[in-house]
């Protein structure tokens, strides 16, 4: 079974720009979070999807913005960059369980760098 | 507020030896679960372990062990017979309580732990 996918892998934008990333969840998969690494503030939760609805906001501000289609294929939106937006994006995707193991599984990233 | 602490930035360890990275958690909830993850230097988050706040055994994958202190608020992992290809950083996380509720995983910092030859 294939795993998530994110595209692109790499991207430079300059100040004030706006990025779309997207992710292809585990087929079968229903619910895609979305994190960004960096190396000052780790890694933080974006917002999370479910069935093409969000469900869970970190504390990010409102540039920030995430939809979900029907084939549970997730994008994120990043408007009005600023240089702190640098960072690698994470996607990740989980199967619901009824159990308290719903694990995440993540893509390989999208390392966007803001000039 | 749900916090993940992992107090050793970096390890050093030679190859075929375990090594414990160290994992302490803050919950009120009495429902949650702790994962580890791998990242190696490409950046993808590899999933190693899981363990349930009401697991009462402590969970194993292959060379991948936790040891889980409940009372201690503690998720140690243990990587037996190290190898090369285990040099990576490694997160500690938990997801909040409710289960088929909204996802979230809360990280620690990491350790980034050296494998030497």
């Known amino acids: 079974k294939a795993g998530v996918t994110q595209t692109p892998r790499y991207l430079i934008k300059t100040r004030g720009q706006q990025v779309t990333l997207s992710c292809s969840p585990i087929s079968g998969h229903r619910s895609v979070s979305w994190y960004q690494q960096t190396p000052g503030q780790g890694l933080q939760f974006l917002f999370e999807y479910f069935s093409e609805t969000q469900r869970n906001k970190g504390n990010f501000p409102g540039r920030f913005s995430g939809r979900q289609f029907s084939n549970s294929r997730s994008e994120m939106n990043v408007s009005t960059l600023e240089l702190g937006d640098s960072a690698l994006y994470l996607c990740?995707?989980?199967?619901?369980?009824?159990?308290?193991?719903?694990?995440?599984?993540f893509g390989p990233g999208t390392r966007l760098l803001v000039l | 507020a749900q916090k993940i602490t992992q107090t050793q930035p970096g390890m050093f360890v030679q190859e075929k030896e375990a090594v414990t990275l160290d994992c302490t958690y803050d919950t009120s909830d009495q429902s949650y679960g702790l994962f580890w993850y791998k990242q190696p230097s490409s950046g993808e988050m590899i999933f190693l372990i899981y363990q349930g706040s009401y697991d009462e055994q402590n969970a194993t994958e292959g060379r991948y062990s936790l040891n889980f202190q409940k009372a201690r608020k503690s998720a140690n992992l243990v990587i037996s017979a190290s190898q090369l290809g285990d040099s990576a950083m490694y997160f500690c996380?938990?997801?909040?309580?409710?289960?088929?509720?909204?996802?979230?995983?809360?990280f620690g910092q990491g350790t980034r732990l050296t494998i030497n030859p």
């Open positions: 990740a995707s989980s199967l619901p369980t009824t159990t308290s193991q719903e694990t995440q599984y």
């Open positions: 996380a938990m997801r909040e309580g409710r289960v088929q509720g909204a996802q979230k995983l809360v």
